[in-house]
């Protein structure tokens, strides 16, 4: 880098995730970015002869039990388009045609390209009905059962060739999804018969699939370190599937709803997937502009001594990630009362030609560090440390623990808790917080989280306290505190702790009568089961314990260490 000292070699280094740098100037001298699409009820809509008779039963119990006449015409329409579209799967699983408008369609044998790796020739039966914007196809060419009826969404083409216009590849195409990965891959190949948009090279990589229930993030999508996340917009129907980081490079379109509402397509006078065509177009040019204008202009403006903060603003997809109609719903303000087409966890049953397997057994995703932020945030000021998530539990780092790291990161200092139980009448967490072996915070509470949240708070208080007495006689700022001096010789930490942290870090006085709870007994096992398996695959997780004071019958404690 250039330096204010001539003939001085400089540089400065930035670690990052293998092959994204690359990646990253690869797109940029392309002027390209990255699209991920969700496939069911954002692009088309599928159903088998189950997910069909389901939905035909459900409506049925509905209007049973319905009063009003116009709601019972409406949901009358939809069970005929039901039963229109199953008659014609249920030819086509029987005879390997359908008869549409008194004209008999027969199959067409279309081979399924392998992919790299992979010996085994397939060739699937699928009959294209163009009028109706619908496909039938086998996933399993053997299993007649995994026959599946697709309703392709208005418009797709119109969004497809802008993708790839003139032969300029404009934008990175990825596939993030919760169905079944063999169904995914007939759909995309259904969706892009021509590998145009994704080659048959890169098919395996970039149709990812998410286990129901979970997440969905752009960190999962690029595990390849393909593609920076801040470079990267999304299609989908649902914005809440998605990680909250990640939430605002989503373009949320109405779900698709062929049945319930064929005509809300075109009730607009842009098609859904021409307003998210345009979007991706003014994405894209509000990006590179930003990069060429402003981002490249400064970049070579910084020298050897510039400090971090200087480094100018980086574009993110997610600022000018807005709807170019304004009266466009960015979600569903009526959306159907049954959901269309078939969830995963349907497809995973259905479609394999073998029962559901149940995902006790299946370990979720490893939870990795962000790209795109030096602070991760995944948790809310006060909210709870553990979320659902598709029936186990995923633990979210609170906001004052992720901070507290990532201060002791930036200042190569080490951040350990330390936690102990306490052993009067009422049970109690008590958790100090140690930054270079110096303690500068402690918290108590009922759960051993609840205390950590609060000693990070107080050590987070303290560091501001300490760092601003330290600043303040150099910044020229009148402080009632600048004559404290700092004790340990680098300006930031001190030994003492404010007034407050002395009694917080008391024992209860015990005053309450005696209460013995099982419950964190009973929920041993399960609270184990969880670290195991929020932990990654290579690594092993051992508990060592010791008893301490074993003599003391009274004030007898317990030390584990994970």
């Not at 917009?233 to 914005?239: E, K």
């Not at 709803?257 to 859904?272: G, L, R, S």
């Not at 149940?358 to 932020?373: E, F, G, L, V, Y």
Request: hydrophobic content about 35%; glycine content about 6%; aromatic content about 6%.
């Amino acid at each position: 880098m250039p330096s204010k000292v001539e003939k001085v070699p400089c540089f400065w280094c930035c670690s990052v995730r293998v092959g994204l740098y690359a990646a990253s100037v690869g797109m940029l001298n392309l002027r390209c970015l990255a699209i991920v699409f969700d496939l069911d009820e954002t692009l088309i809509v599928a159903n088998t002869m189950r997910s069909f008779e389901s939905r035909i039963e459900m409506l049925s119990r509905r209007m049973d039990i319905e009063d009003d006449p116009v709601r019972v015409a409406g949901m009358s329409a939809e069970i005929k388009r039901y039963i229109e579209d199953r008659e014609l799967l249920k030819e086509f699983i029987d005879t390997d045609t359908v008869t549409d408008n008194g004209r008999i369609v027969g199959t067409q044998k279309e081979e399924v390209q392998p992919m790299p790796g992979v010996q085994e020739r397939l060739v699937r039966p699928v009959i294209r009905l163009p009028e109706r914007n619908a496909i039938l196809t086998r996933i399993n060419p053997e299993i007649r059962d995994t026959s599946v009826f697709v309703k392709l969404r208005p418009a797709w083409e119109d969004l497809r060739s802008y993708l790839t216009a003139k032969g300029r590849k404009r934008f990175e195409v990825y596939v993030c999804t919760m169905a079944e990965r063999d169904y995914a891959l007939e759909i995309w190949r259904l969706l892009d018969p021509e590998a145009n948009l994704i080659s048959l090279n890169n098919l395996s990589d970039r149709v990812v699939c998410v286990k129901a229930g979970s997440k969905k993030s752009l960190q999962h999508v690029f595990r390849d370190g393909g593609c920076h996340p801040k470079m990267a917009m999304v299609i989908d129907d649902r914005l809440q599937v998605w990680d909250e980081k990640d939430q605002h490079r989503v373009h949320v379109v109405p779900a698709y709803a062929p049945y319930y509402a064929p005509q809300a397509e075109m009730a607009n006078a842009v098609p859904v997937l021409c307003v998210a065509r345009n979007v991706a177009c003014n994405v894209r040019g509000g990006f590179f502009r930003e990069f060429d204008e402003n981002l490249l202009k400064k970049v070579f403006e910084l020298l050897h001594e510039n400090e971090l903060l200087d480094l100018p603003y980086a574009p993110d997809v997610g600022d000018y990630l807005v709807c170019e109609d304004p009266n466009f719903p960015q979600s569903n303000k009526d959306p159907a009362p049954i959901p269309e087409g078939m969830s995963g966890a349907e497809v995973e049953k259905r479609l394999n030609g073998r029962a559901y397997q149940a995902d006790q057994k299946q370990t979720s995703s490893s939870i990795r560090p962000s790209d795109d932020a030096r602070v991760p945030i995944r948790g809310t000021v006060g909210s709870s440390n553990v979320q659902p998530n598709g029936g186990s539990m995923a633990i979210v780092p609170s906001l004052f623990v992720t901070v507290l790291q990532e201060i002791g990161r930036l200042c190569n200092s080490k951040v350990e808790f330390r936690s102990t139980v306490s052993t009067s009448k009422i049970t109690q967490f008590s958790v100090e917080v140690l930054f270079s072996n110096e303690k500068i915070g402690n918290g108590i509470g009922k759960t051993r989280d609840e205390a950590q949240v609060q000693a990070a708070e107080k050590a987070l208080q303290n560091l501001q306290s300490n760092y601003l007495s330290y600043v303040a006689p150099i910044a020229g700022v009148l402080n009632k505190d600048t004559s404290k001096s700092s004790r340990n010789g680098n300006g930031f930490l001190e030994d003492d702790l404010d007034s407050d942290g002395d009694t917080a870090m008391q024992e209860p006085s015990g005053s309450k009568s005696e209460q013995k709870d099982h419950s964190n007994v009973d929920r041993l096992p399960s609270v184990l089961s969880l670290i195991r398996e929020l932990c990654l695959e290579d690594q092993h997780v051992v508990f060592r314990d010791q008893v301490r004071n074993p003599g003391s019958a009274t004030n007898e404690e317990y030390h584990f260490q994970l």
